[in-house]
Nanobody
Framework: QVQLVESGGGLVQAGGSLRLACAAS????????MGWFRQAPGKEREFVAA????????YYSDSVKGRFTISRDNAKNTVYLQMNSLKPEDTAVYYC?????????????????WGQGTQVTVSS
């Protein structure tokens, strides 16, 4: 069982930075695939970033590649999403997700656990 709690959302100016955090429970945290998704008003939930386990690969959507960085601190059971060069189109509710096994990291339906979401608003 895994419980996820996001934090770090808020209002930021375009071009600014924000760091989201996802605190996870469970002794097997380091074995989980972790993902970040977002959903804007009137839009479907979309994949943002993910990483497999401790030494797994990092994955990003084309829209955030080069601007966002996903990382984890296993000692703190926390996953981060560093967001730089933010744009108004990044405005959305961001969700943290986890699963011990994910065939496709970009598919939200493959994740077992989800956080409550945190609002990110980027103003022009």
């Amino acid at each position: 069982q895994v419980q996820l709690v996001e934090s770090g959302g808020g209002l930021v100016q375009a071009g600014g930075s924000l760091r989201l955090a996802c605190a996870a429970s469970g002794r097997t945290f380091s074995r989980n695939t972790m993902g970040w998704f977002r959903q804007a008003p009137g839009k479907e939930r979309e994949f943002v970033a993910a990483m497999r386990g401790s030494a797994g690969g990092h994955y990003y959507s084309d829209s955030v590649k080069g601007r966002f960085t996903i990382s984890r601190d296993n000692a703190k059971n926390t996953v981060y999403l560093q967001m730089n060069s933010l744009k108004p189109e990044d405005t959305a509710v961001y969700y943290c997700a986890a699963s011990p096994s994910v065939p496709s990291v970009t598919n939200a339906l493959r994740y077992d656990y989800w956080g409550q979401g945190t609002q990110v608003t980027v103003s022009s």
